[in-house]
């Protein structure tokens, strides 16, 4: 990714969009192509245009880009101050008006249309045919990642494979419409993309296609396509991700959120402070509102987990990466005092998030084990959207569920995973259904507040009553409308269609609930 801005090419004349925009046009109404791709340079730039959608604000560069998720039991968030939107979903009671939610629709809908309007025009650009495929590869790899996301979110969504006019409103699809698309986009791309682009991080390759698959395979043998056939496919896919030997678990777990681009990233968005895209889920946004720098700089206290999800983690140098559970408080002389999370000088008695503290070597919150530096919001740390562990979890989980058994492939897949966290081996003979829960397990806090991926897990296997159930007390009371009726929690695994976009789509029927 360039550091500089990319210029996208519309129908309306040449566009800069800066690193924190809030994007509110409707995306269906901005970006109807002409001809316009003419060289080598055109294509590349169009293709970074494309990476660069996903990375603002308004897309997945802050926090808001998971805030229908934090229905989750590994993310919740402040009682009070500006939380509200967060707190909705938190409680099962968000709304269509949300405006934070807006991003996780907003975004994936620019990018998806900046990929179409590559793949119609890559074809025209006076360059080599293989440089050809490798741009619109990652135009389809890119789309594909978006549709994947909207349709975990919301469900039903309009198909878009081409550009549109401003006055067209499509459809939303069928489910099993539009992950016929994601399956097709990928397959695709995993033809025309090498297996590596050196030299060249945050390109998605081969390998990121194929993982991607893997994925979306093991989602639609769950809810709500409950297509079991796809656990063999999902193995497969995943299966030529670890034969490759590309990557590993060699890096600590600490550092993987202190680097970039380790040895274990597949596929993820990178950021630059200084070129104005920002990452700004690291450093402020999951620091308790009562620390404090020695420059007096601040924590945002945007999320944390749920005190029961932290309490039932493994016992494990994992563990204790991953949670923030002593408080350092700044003191009139400039020193600082020490409390644990469930102090009465805490404000909410939650431990917090360690791993999304301290952004690339420390450019989010500089500290020791005693003291504060300061605290940023802005950080350069890229944002891995798949990492190694999700494919070996992804295998170990589908091979067991394709079969009768677990295997022992599955079992070294896993127990990779928890060697590296620290953990002893899984327990041998387990039935199929009790491996696949131990795997779930082990995802949960492998990725532990990281971008949906608990979530889609608690979607995709219908597991809100169950976590629901392990709700302590001390959390953001969910309203007992929605706590004694199966009925409407069953509603909350998919999010409202955001209401601008209802008003601009009145043949659109919202999702169930809302």
């Known amino acids: 990714m360039p550091t500089k801005k990319i210029y996208l090419y519309l129908l309306s004349g040449s566009i800069i969009f800066s690193g924190c925009q809030k994007l509110t046009e409707d995306p269906k109404a901005t970006l109807t192509p002409v001809n316009y791709f003419k060289t080598q340079a055109d294509l590349d730039a169009a293709v970074a245009g494309i990476y660069e959608q996903y990375s603002y604000d308004g897309a997945y560069g802050f926090t808001t880009r998971m805030t229908s998720y934090f229905s989750s039991d590994d993310i919740t968030t402040d009682p009070g101050l500006n939380k509200q939107d967060m707190r909705d979903f938190d409680q099962l009671s968000g709304a269509s008006d949300n405006n934070s ?4 629709w907003q975004g994936p809908w620019t990018a998806i ?44 969504v309009p198909l878009i494979l081409k550009p549109i006019g401003a006055d067209e409103h499509p459809d939303r699809k069928p489910v099993s419409e539009v992950y016929a698309a994601i399956v097709a986009d990928l397959q695709q791309a995993k033809s025309w993309l090498p297996v590596s682009f050196a030299g060249q991080p945050g390109k998605a390759n081969q390998m990121a296609a194929r993982a991607m698959l893997s994925d979306v395979y093991l989602t639609m043998a769950g809810w709500p396509l409950n297509q079991t056939n796809y656990y063999a496919t999902s193995a497969t896919e995943a299966d030529s991700v670890i034969k490759s030997s590309i990557y590993n678990l060699s890096t600590p777990y600490d550092k993987v959120f202190t680097s970039n681009n380790t040895p274990e990233s597949i596929f993820a968005l990178q950021f630059n ?20 720098g020695l420059d007096n700089s601040g924590g945002w206290d945007d999320f944390f987990p749920e005190i029961n999800f932290f309490l039932a983690a493994p016992k494990c140098t994992r563990t204790d990466a991953t949670f923030y559970t002593t408080f350092k408080l700044l003191q009139a002389n400039k020193s600082f005092k020490l409390v644990p999370w469930s102090s009465s000088e805490t404000r909410v008695k939650h431990p917090y998030y360690k791993k999304f503290r301290a952004g690339l070597n420390g450019d989010g919150v500089s500290e020791t084990d005693t003291s504060i530096n300061y605290i940023k919001p802005s950080t350069n740390k890229a944002l891995d959207i798949i990492r190694y562990p999700l494919i070996l979890l992804n295998y170990a989980e589908a091979t067991a569920m394709a079969g009768s058994a677990p295997t022992a492939e599955g079992y070294n897949a896993i127990n990779l995973v928890r060697q590296r966290a620290g953990e002893g081996p899984l327990t041998p003979g387990l039935a199929a259904a009790a491996f696949r829960d131990s795997v779930v397990t082990e995802r949960a806090y492998e990725f532990a507040g990281e971008f949906g991926i608990r979530w889609f897990d608690v979607v995709r296997l ?27 929690i069953q509603q909350k695994y998919l999010a409202p269609i955001p209401y601008n976009e209802m008003l601009r789509n009145p043949s659109w029927k919202q999702n169930s609930g809302y």
Do not use: H
């Not at 939610?101 to 996780?104: F, K, Q, S």
């Not at 402070?273 to 404090?292: D, F, H, K």
């Open 101 to 104: 939610m807006t991003a996780e």
């Open 113 to 156: 249309y900046q990929a179409n309007n590559v793949l119609s025009n890559y074809e025209k650009v006076n360059t080599t045919d293989d440089l050809k495929r490798q741009a619109a590869g990652q135009a389809l790899f890119l789309r594909a990642w978006g549709y994947y996301m909207l349709v975990r979110t919301f469900g039903e």
């Open 273 to 292: 402070v200084a070129g104005g895209l920002p990452q700004r889920g690291y450093g402020s946004s999951c620091v308790p509102l009562e620390e404090s």
């Open 462 to 488: 219908q597991l809100l009553p169950k976590i629901i159930k392990a709700r302590g007390t001390n959390e953001n009371p969910i309203p007992p409308k929605v706590l004694n009726d199966p009925a409407a």
